[in-house]
Structures are given as C-alpha cells and as structure tokens.
C-alpha cells in the first residue's frame, strides 16, 4: 500500500518505530502532488521540493537523537491560505502568490503544528477571502471536485478537503463560516469538523477574528480527525475518545428541509435519511421550536445576512481602503455594501433571532443525541459556474443561498461534524451534517466514530483517485 493510502495516525506510528522515514513520506505525498495537481488545483502554492525534503531529514536526524514532536512528527502539511505561516505568503485567494505578504508569524493553530513537528508543503487553495462555497478566484486555476475535477471541490476549504481525498496531504487544516469545513468534505466524501467556538484558539479568516468563524479539521478516519483537532486546539497529547458501546442506538433528530422551507435537488434528502437510518433503524423527524424572537423558518435568511454583514463586510471594511474594495470580486463589495447599510436596529434584531435559534436548537437536543441535516442543498455542479442560479426551481438569489442549509449550526454556534453520506448515480459524494450539543465536540466525534466502526459510512482510498487530463 503507498504511504498516501495510509491513514495519518497509521503513518505516524510507522514513523515512530522507524519502520519508514520522514523524508519517505514526504516524498512520496509531494510525488502524488505532482501527479494530481495539475489536474486538481488544490494546492494554491508550494515550497521548493528541496527545502522541504530537507525539513523532513532534520526531523529524521531529530528522531536519531531521541528526539519526538509528537504524533504529527515528519508529517506533511499544507495549510489553508486564509491563515499565516512564518515564511510563506498569504495571498487569502485575493493577491498572486509573488504579491502576497510573507508572513513574520504562525497563527496559533499553525504555531501549534509546527510544534508538532509537522513539514509544511505550502499552501491550499481557498476562494477569494474566503466567500463561496466554490474554490474559484483570479489569482489560479479553481479546485476541482475529487470525482470529476471538471466540478465544483466546495469552499471555501475546498483545496484542504481536495488534498485529502486525492491523498496529496493526510490531514488538513480548514476554517468554517458558511459551511466550509462540511460542504468541501462532504462533496468529496471525506470528513470535517467545524468545531465549536473558541476550541482552536486565534480565529483567523481573511481578514481577522470572525466571532461566527472557526478553524477545524479535514481528514479521511475519525482517529486523524480527533487527533488533528487536538493538535490545532494547543493539546500536546491525544485523549482517548470516548466511544458509545458497539450495540448503542444514537437518537437522531431528523431537520431535513426544514418542513418544506430549504429546496433541494433530487436524492440528497433521501440519500442523507437512509444513510442514517441503516445506522440506527429510525430518524425522528424534528421540528424548530419557536424560542424568544425566533418565531419561525422565514426569519433565518434575513437574520443570518444582517450577522454576516455585519462580520465579513465590517472586516473588510475596516482591513481595506477603498481603492482595494474596489478591485474585489463583487461578492466581496457586496458584503461591504451590506454592511454600510446596515441599521443597529437591524443588527439588534438579527442578534435576538440568533439568540431564539441556539435555544431552539438546544430544546431539541435535549431529546437527541445530535440534529441532522445535509451538507448542501445541491450536487456538485460544473465548476465553470459561480454558483447555481437555481434549486430545484427556486431561485438563489445570492452567491451563498444554496448553502443556507449549513447556516444553523453557525448562528447557534453549536458544533457539526460532516460525514459521508453516499453518492448518486453519477458517483458524486453527500455528506451530512451532524449538529451537536454545545461544547459536544467529543461526543459528535464519539458518535462518528461509532458509524465509523458500524460501516456506516467508507472514505474511498486516495488511490482511488484517478489523474484527469490537464486543463
């Protein structure tokens, strides 16, 4: 089995007892970038091959002198290029590579992996400041999805969720505002986290600290998932995950469409429904209860946008001049425009919505383990487009309607796990979204690790990955 196919924890226990080399690994993860990414894009930048097999000899000279980071030790790695590593520019999917700052520091995730002895590679590819769902920008070529490079990878950690699928990098590092650690997962049948809040420290996107963004982990087994989360979150070992025992039942609330109120395309409701109920035998429907100033569905959409301005348009407003605003992709001078015409009444109103959402949410899961829902409202679509116009007949009146179904968990600020959930007849991957608990981060990892060992779900090996011809 090549080193690619194997899992991250695998290969760093074959590390640890010598029993193959750092630099082995390395090479053998920077040959298969070399093999895929002319067809995939999903690395927006590299170091120069020499420098980083001789990064991986020093932790190969450091293991013969006794000397172990950690588990991510002689690991490659490649980090999302929304966030700062020491030395390689940032170009946040906006500034050619040549035209990027170089950053001075690691932020503190990434300060936390280079700790752990990882090699870096470079960077992976992202949308332009992070907006979309879809790893386009001007600056490359668009990341494409892991069946069909000719589709849309997702986004905006669509290079992270590309690198592992495609095994160019084991694991990989991601951020989630809108759905970004579990709709670029979950088209490409693989695993994501967007953890909860403040659990990796220093939350960074495009242009600073988001309260509603978080960094979390992408990987292809729920033991380098765990293990990566706790390597990013600044833990220097990994804690024993606790599992339900073989025999349990999770009790799943079924959101679904929302009782009618989320389009979406044919066979991705039944898909996600059956996946779950061949794990447990029956999905309960579930219902939003209506809570403080949340008094229903409709309310969600003008709420979120009124948050999302708020955030993402007031950051770059505040981290841009005029002149660079001007010569952003209109998606971003949109969110900027939304946020300068923005009322505080409005904001207040959005804030109390929020509010009534997270205690809906929590009412229900008081009686589940976790709600469900899909990764996205759509299959992969042709990555030639920006964004679907339209959702099984209804109109997206936005760059980011069609993802709205990924918007709960981020208002209530809860945790949600992407896992596979099965493919349609053209082989194109859905995942579904597990919503946890607040701070049930470990419990939703415990959960998946269950339909993990139960065969609920299978991540394709990376060999399984077939080279496309160069665009």
Known sequence: MPAFDHSALQLSRAIQQREISCVEVVRAHLDRIELLDVSYHALSSRRPRDVVLADAAERDDELDHGMWRGWMHGLPHAVKDLSHVEGLPTTLGFRPVAESPVANVDDPFVAHLRAAGVVFIGKTNTPEFGLGSHTYNAIGPTTGNVVDPSLTAGGSSGGAAVSVATGMTPVADGSDFMGSLRNPPGWNGVLGL??????????????GAHGSGVDGPIARSVGDLHALLATMAGQKGISVLGLPPPDASPRIGWLGDLGGYLPFEGGILDTCASTLKAWC?????????????????????????????????????????????????????WEVAGFRSLTSRQLAHAKLVRDGVRQSLVTLLGRF??????????????????WPASVNGVAMDTYHRWMEVTTLATFAGLPALSMPAGTNEEGL????????????????????????????????APSAAVPARPD
């Open 429 to 460: 991957h859905m995942g579904v979204q597990l919503i946890g608990r607040p701070n049930g981060d470990e419990d939703l990892l415990g959960w998946a690790a269950h339909a993990e060992r139960a065969g609920v779900f299978v991540v394709s």
């Open 369 to 386: 383990d976790f709600l469900a829902m899909p990764t996205a409202q759509c299959w992969p679509f042709p990555a030639s487009l920006h």
């Open 194 to 207: 967007r953890p909860s809040v403040g659990v990796v420290p220093g939350v960074q996107d495009a242009t």
């Open 281 to 333: 035998g029956r999905v309960d429907s579930a219902d939003l209860p209506t809570r403080g100033a949340f008094t229903g569905a409709s309310q969600l959409w003008p709420a979120w946008l009124a948050i999302r301005h708020h955030e993402v348009g007031g950051s770059l407003a505040a981290e841009f001049d005029g002149s660079t605003i001007d010569g952003m992709k209109p998606e971003a001078q």
